[in-house]
């Protein structure tokens, strides 16, 4: 190809890095001619899918040939119910990132600006610099979003505050009164974006009730995802929750059949198995706190995560360490682009998968 054409790629697009996806199992079998892989690389439900969504599978083989229904009626009377809103305070995405995309493309240009925390989820980059726009990165502070910080950073440009609560990959998370603060203190013309990806996860009493917050700010969108707790990451679908003058705005943006029939019918059966969120969140919390202490053990520096993961530093080189464990059928993350280079994350599995996990790695440190 021409490379006169890249001459025209828009400047936040030309030193923009691609989002790494974690290496999916068949690919690491291939490359390295292994029969047992496991993956704790990509924050999933290490109990899969929630056996009522996957009992539908079942009797799926009707409507293939019909677009979806491109209002989720029903799957937003699900979540409406499920969250004590309405369905005008709901829009789907094909996964949360493209709510947050959406965001985006609706409020950035190259005129603007959004601010997320240094060491925050990566796609508030990819997004914003592909509106043309500017990202201002934070500080954090003992690794997490230092919302008292972001006024500072406001000018008349700002358009979007990214917050991810809880932050991936740092496992950190805000308040609800430190978010209240926030919130209280900028103007009204920004957008507030808090991403509650792993929402269900977290276990703490000052952690943010998103509905008394949506009640009083609408400048605020909170975002949430299938992928996690519901374990449907593979078939692409979350959700944003805001005002419905702000819902109305991100529909023109949208693309016509966003979310598939099979992804909609799916997340809602997902959304009304409470025994399946119950087991994972308590398979988590047990299993989490093995991994802490069994890393801790190791003589490795965790920070301590309310999510679904855990990012430790040791004294290694992340991307080195990745790639041997891989080679070992052990898929993790390496986190070198969140200017985290001597650290790993890991997802954390069943028991039997934590245990492989940490015997590969102490034979490597
Ligand atoms: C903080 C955070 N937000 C959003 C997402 C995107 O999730 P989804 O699969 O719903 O697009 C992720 C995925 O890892 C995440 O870590």
């Known amino acids: 190809m021409s490379l006169e054409l890249l001459k025209n790629l828009n400047p936040g697009i030309a030193d923009l890095h691609p989002y790494e996806p974690g290496r999916s199992i068949d690919e690491v079998m291939l490359e390295y001619g292994l029969t047992e892989v496991i993956k704790l690389a990509s924050n999933e439900n290490p109990l899969g899918a929630s056996p009522k969504a996957l009992s539908l599978l079942k009797n799926s083989s009707k409507g293939f040939h019909l677009y979806p229904d491109g209002n989720g009626t029903k799957l937003k009377k699900v979540i409406a119910t499920h969250e004590k809103l309405s369905s005008e305070n709901i829009i789907l995405g094909n996964g949360s990132n493209e709510v947050l995309e959406l965001a985006a493309r609706a409020f950035l240009n190259p005129e603007s600006s959004a601010i997320a925390s240094c060491h925050a989820f990566a796609v508030y980059k990819i997004v914003t610099q592909s509106s043309g726009a500017t990202l201002i990165e934070v500080p954090t502070k003992n690794w997490g979003h230092d919302l008292q910080e972001f006024p500072q950073h406001i000018s008349s440009e700002t358009k979007i505050i990214f917050i991810a609560n809880p932050n ?37 009493c000052d952690y943010v009730d998103p509905l008394a917050l949506l009640a009083e700010f609408d400048n605020l969108m909170v975002t949430k995802s299938f992928s996690k707790i519901h374990g ?76 679904n993961f855990i990012s430790f530093k040791g004294e290694f080189n992340g991307q080195e360490t990745f790639k041997k464990l891989m080679a070992r059928g052990v898929i993790v993350r390496p986190i070198d682009l969140y200017d985290m280079p001597n650290f790993l994350r890991v997802t954390i599995g069943t028991h039997d998968e934590n245990l492989r996990f940490l015997e590969e790695l102490a034979l490597l440190l």
């Open 232 to 307: 449907l990451a593979s078939v692409r679908i979350g959700y944003g929750l805001s005002n419905p003058a702000l819902i109305e705005v991100l529909n023109r943006v949208r693309q016509p059949f966003n979310v598939n029939a099979l992804a909609q019918d799916l997340a809602c059966a997902a959304l009304e198995d409470k025994e399946h969120s119950q087991k994972s969140i308590h398979l988590n919390r047990i299993e989490g706190l093995f991994l802490l202490n069994e890393l801790t053990n190791l003589g490795l520096e965790c920070i301590p995560s309310v999510g």
């Open 168 to 204: 991936n990959p740092t496992g950190t998370y805000n308040t609800h009164q430190e978010v209240y603060d926030l919130l209280a203190k900028i103007p009204a013309s920004i957008l507030v974006v808090l991403d509650c990806a792993y929402f269900e996860y977290v276990e703490k």
